[in-house]
């Protein structure tokens, strides 16, 4: 269980950026669980929706002890860490799209209060969340954010677009920029416009009252299908943590499965 959930290749890479374990001087203490196995169990409770007090002992780590851990990691950015390598393998390797990007986001419900939360505008006011992300043209996520669900997309734009790490190419530089950055009419603002432009990167959004519906996915449908794989993590169907920094690692871990799952193909 534990090598399917986590093989070799991002095992490899998690120990990259995972921090040394902590000793004690004095000695003694219970057994510290492997990092693989609290990796796995970690990967399982996203994917599944799995709470962390039902956690199968088929791992070792039980509930707390992994969600321990994994609070842990998020503070050392591992996840974010770990993202980035995934990143620079698949860039390397040319197999990132820079000649066009998409943004878009995706809301759910949050019934546990929390920071980054707020009253959903399209669930009758209802507690929610909203994940932001950025994809490349070919649908690969390059950076996300969380929100309340009442804030507007085109506040988030800009954290997305700085959020973006430098990725290695295979020639040249890093690359962190886009040549053209597509959006549906929450994005038509004229001060994005000229905060890209400054940037080098042109801001193609639907345009209000100009645009019509029926085109609107003809260069965003990559980033909508983006939106739908994460859905696949069921631990993301609903945010019940209720520091937003833990939901966040959830979602960072998704994405990296995704952009993992390109690698190894």
Request: with cysteine; proline share 8%.
């Amino acid at each position: 269980m534990v090598e399917r959930l986590v093989p070799d290749g991002p095992w490899e890479l998690f120990q990259k950026v995972v921090p040394q374990a902590p000793t004690r001087p004095q000695g003694g203490g219970r057994r510290r669980y492997g990092d693989r196995e609290v990796l796995a169990a970690i990967v399982f409770v996203t994917t599944t929706g799995c709470a962390w007090a039902q956690l199968p002992p088929v791992f070792g780590p039980s509930g707390p002890t992994a969600h321990r851990r994994s609070t842990e990691w998020s503070r050392a950015r591992v996840w974010a860490e770990l993202h980035r390598l995934v990143l620079d393998e698949l860039g390397s390797r040319g197999e990132l799209d820079w000649s066009r990007r998409a943004v878009d986001s995706v809301n759910m419900r949050a019934p546990s209060k929390g920071d980054l939360t707020g009253p959903n505008p399209v669930d009758r006011g209802k507690k929610g969340a909203k994940i932001h992300l950025i994809t490349d043209h070919g649908g690969l996520p390059l950076s996300m954010a969380l929100s309340g669900a009442n804030l507007h997309d085109s506040q988030a734009l800009q954290p997305l677009v700085q959020g973006v790490a430098p990725v290695r190419s295979p020639r040249g530089p890093r690359r962190r920029k886009p040549a053209e950055l597509h959006g549906d009419k929450g994005y038509d603002y004229d001060h994005l416009r000229r905060w890209l432009r400054e940037r080098g990167i042109a801001h193609h959004p639907a345009r209000k009252e100009v645009d019509s519906a029926k085109r609107l996915g003809r260069h965003r449908w990559q980033v909508e299908r983006t939106m739908a794989w994460p859905a696949g993590s069921r631990r993301l169907h609903r945010r019940y943590e209720r520091t937003g920094a833990h939901f966040l690692a959830f979602v960072g871990i998704a994405c990296t499965l995704i952009c993992y799952h390109s690698l190894a193909k």
